[in-house]
């Protein structure tokens, strides 16, 4: 398995060097700078990669191994292969990817908002903070703040109304945070931000558009990528759902086995892969997550690994520490590390630890949100640990 870390470029807080002092060796990075849906050159990846990979005298080398990610405009999602214009720009990106020799690339397919939390800072019986999603804040957003037509509807009588007193009880300052949270898009996120009139727009234009939909949509942006990506050796990997399962009565499709089944199904290309995701299945209590990595084994080229804790009715959860809350951290490592033992040293899983606790300096600190150095690294050298136990050293 090789140690990932996630960089958020230049100007992140956590720099280069610091990374290489993780211990990490493959960097998981994306033209951020880049508008959603513009071509990317092999200029401006060549670029990157030589900022990434250019290594100190002495000092360990760097590579960039995962693209993570490259954004798939709305109209890709809302129109499939008659958005023709966006997925040749996306392949043309796919060209100059691996015209600079990296090999993955992980993408998402969730409808106006990518991972969703409501709270960055929650904090936690050790003093550290966590990230959290709290359903009946999220209620509160949805049925108060955005007001979206229908939304009732998909609420209990009880949810609501515990949602009006959650709301009522809301600061103005407590709900311009939540809608920054939800709205304007967290860390690497491969949606556009919004305003609430944007966010209620861009609802309206997926009238019609159920998971059955959507997933021929994927599976049309899908047969037209996979060949240019098993032509150039690239893998491209399917993030799931974070949480799996509807948000804003948009269709979501890749939040369960079945899901990631009928993809595959659809599309068998060798490029058709997925991002195995611990932290976003496993919300998911009927997601069986070494049952998953088992299944799904070949397909698997990157693994974000983390944990999250069910609260109440498990609707609410809350990132927990790398290998605390529920997630089997050592059965899912064990199928991992089978599937690597399988392969070529080419070939093997790249992992990185997902997200972490922000402690220690980094309270003090600016951060990037779900993303700050130290609980990162606490969750890296927990998940080395097991690997050493297991008897497979990661790279
Ligand atoms: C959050 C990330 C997501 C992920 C994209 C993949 O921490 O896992 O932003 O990168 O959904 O396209």
Redesign the pocket.
């Known amino acids: 398995m090789r140690q990932g870390w996630r960089w958020f470029g230049p100007e992140a807080p956590v720099t280069l060097d610091e990374v290489r002092q993780t211990g990490a060796t493959n960097i998981v990075s994306s033209l951020h700078q880049v508008p959603i849906g513009r071509a990317w050159t092999e200029t401006e990846v060549r670029e990157r990669q030589s900022l990434i990979e250019t290594t100190p005298a002495g000092r360990s080398a760097l590579t960039w191994s995962v693209i993570?990610?490259i954004p798939i405009p709305d109209a890709v999602k809302r129109k499939g292969g008659e958005a023709k214009a966006e997925i040749e720009s996306w392949i043309a990106s796919l060209e100059s990817v691996a015209a600079c020799g990296i090999g993955i690339i992980?993408?998402?397919f969730m409808p106006v908002v990518?991972?969703t939390r409501t709270e960055l800072d929650f904090v936690t019986p050790t003093g550290a903070t966590a990230m959290r999603f709290d359903h009946e804040r999220f209620a509160a957003f949805d049925l108060f703040v955005l007001q979206r037509p229908g939304a009732e509807k998909e609420y209990s009588q009880a949810d609501r109304e515990r949602a009006r007193v959650v709301f009522d009880e809301m600061s103005e300052a407590e709900i311009a945070e939540i809608t920054r949270i939800i709205t304007s898009a967290l860390p690497?996120?491969?949606t556009e931000p919004l305003t609430i009139p944007q966010f209620r727009e861009k609802l309206v234009a997926y009238d019609g558009i159920d998971a059955k939909k959507l997933r021929q949509h994927l599976v049309e942006f899908l047969e037209a990528v996979t060949p240019a990506a098993e032509a150039r050796g690239v893998k491209l990997t399917l993030?799931p759902d974070?949480p799996p399962r509807s948000l804003f009565g948009l269709p979501r499709i890749a939040s369960t086995a079945d899901d990631y089944a009928a993809l595959f199904d659809a599309v068998p290309s060798a490029a058709n892969g997925m991002c195995y995701?611990t932290g976003s299945l496993g919300v998911r209590a009927g997601n069986d997550l070494p049952a998953i990595a088992r299944r799904f084994a070949s397909r698997i080229h990157f693994a974000?690994l983390r944990a999250t804790t069910r609260e109440g009715d498990g609707r609410t959860f809350h990132e927990s520490a790398h290998l605390e809350g529920d997630v089997d951290m050592v059965a899912v490592l064990k199928e991992l590390v089978a599937e690597d033992r399988r392969r070529g040293p080419e070939d093997t899983i790249v992992f990185r630890s997902?997200?972490g606790h922000r402690m220690l300096d980094d309270l003090e600190k600016t951060v990037t949100p779900?993303y700050p150095a130290i609980g990162r690294l606490r969750g890296l050298a927990e998940l080395r640990g097991i690997l050493h136990a297991l008897g497979a050293v990661p790279t």
């Open positions: 993570e990610s992980c993408y998402n990518d991972w690497g996120s491969t993030h974070d995701c974000h997902d997200h779900g």
